[in-house]
């Protein structure tokens, strides 16, 4: 079976901001029922990437998962992203895949998996994408033999996990 690739080069100061998740495959880490899902990317002071994941789970709870990535290469579309606390982060073998295997030049939508295949998602920065852009997408997936049959599309309500939601100030 051929390898999984990447795009060729990142920018990565134009991948920072807010992004929507359109469609996933399945994650233990992640409700199957959560909607109003968002992915966040900033600069940390130490130069690697702040994660910020937020939703709410089946159950209406707001819920937010912190993590870091960092580029393995020069491109920067191949990342290593890991959630566990900060203290922690030092573990070997905790670090999760992170590859951008599409991009619009505008960077509105992204199809990002991991190498092994097992992880899929569907980005883009409005909580909607047409379903002609979205078939374009999944359709790279299938090129590089990604198995869709699981695939999971979270609700949008219009609802944010704002920090205010969270009781942070």
Request: net charge positive; proline share 5%.
């Amino acid at each position: 079976m051929s390898e999984v690739a990447s795009i060729p080069s990142l920018n990565l100061n134009r991948y920072l901001g807010r992004w929507y998740e359109i469609v996933r495959l399945p994650l233990k880490y992640e409700d199957d029922a959560a909607t109003d899902i968002t992915a966040n990317y900033s600069l940390n002071s130490n130069g690697k990437i702040r994660v910020d994941n937020r939703c709410f789970d089946n159950k209406n709870r707001p819920k937010q998962a912190i993590g870091e990535a960092e580029p393995v290469d020069a491109t920067n579309a191949k990342l290593k992203v890991n959630f566990l606390p900060a203290a922690l982060r030092w573990t070997p073998f905790t670090d999760g895949d992170y590859w951008v295997l599409k991009i619009d030049p505008e960077y509105r939508v992204a199809l990002v998996g991991t190498p092994d295949r097992k992880f899929l998602w569907v980005l883009a920065r409005e909580s909607a994408i047409s379903g002609s852009t979205l078939e374009d997408y999944l359709a790279e997936a299938r090129r590089q033999r990604f198995d869709l049959k699981k695939l999971i599309r979270p609700r949008h309500t219009g609802r944010e996990v704002s920090d205010a939601v969270l009781g942070k100030r």
